[in-house]
């Protein structure tokens, strides 16, 4: 199946827009977990926390959703395919995993949300969760950027299927 | 008249055609990201992350 151009157009502003809101995003997620691990204001320390479980639920994990639905869209519906060039195969390996780390730390963000309005998160407690959600909002914001690196530069390669699908399709014209 | 192919043409012809293999990034990459994996795993395994998932 191969998109109209029209749709092929419509579909990469889709996934180019989904995917930088989501770097912008998790750079503001980045922003408020370090500004709740090092405020000794608690009305601030309480806020970000709150701000992250409300950005991370309602922004961050329906913008990594688009993303990778989107992403495999452009790569079913134009002739880049899904698994015929090594840079489409990497920004997968990339995305996938990435997104399955954000959902499965989606609880610990709650949780922390929740201790925060509790008004129990007292300076220094839960430090590690806290250093944690610093530390996987840095490592997804250069899983980000390498995959806007590869998306732009499209290192060359074609993978094994991706040379016998080149050669049928030139046999065949 | 036509000449026959000699057998080193035919072997030619006939040869299944070769598979490029992978870039040199393609290897680096994949020995990176296997790195990571693995810090990942260690880091989750010697500070019992993966149990605190749950909080």
Known sequence: MTFSPWLRKAALTAHVTSSLGWFGAVAAFLALAVSGLQSADPLKVRSAYLAMDLTA???????????????????????????????????????????????????????????AAAGTLATGGEHRLRVQLIANAGAALFVLVVTTV?????????????QRAMRRESAER | MIEPESSNTHARN?????????????????????????????MHLVGGGFRGHGA
């Open chain 1, 57 to 115: 639920w309602t922004v961050i994990v329906p913008l990594c959703i688009a993303t990778l639905v989107t992403g495999i869209a452009q790569s079913l519906g134009t002739p880049w395919g899904i698994m015929r060039h090594y840079w489409v195969i990497a920004k997968i390996v990339l995305t996938v995993p990435a997104s399955a780390i954000l959902l499965l730390h989606m609880r610990p963000i709650s949780y922390l949300a929740e201790v």
């Open chain 1, 150 to 162: 590869l998306s732009i530069y499209k290192p060359r390669g074609l993978t094994p299927y991706g």
């Open chain 2, 14 to 42: 006939n040869a299944p055609p070769t598979t490029e293999p992978a870039p040199r990034w393609v290897k680096i990459f994949g020995a990176v990201l296997v790195m990571l994996l693995l810090a990942f795993i260690v």
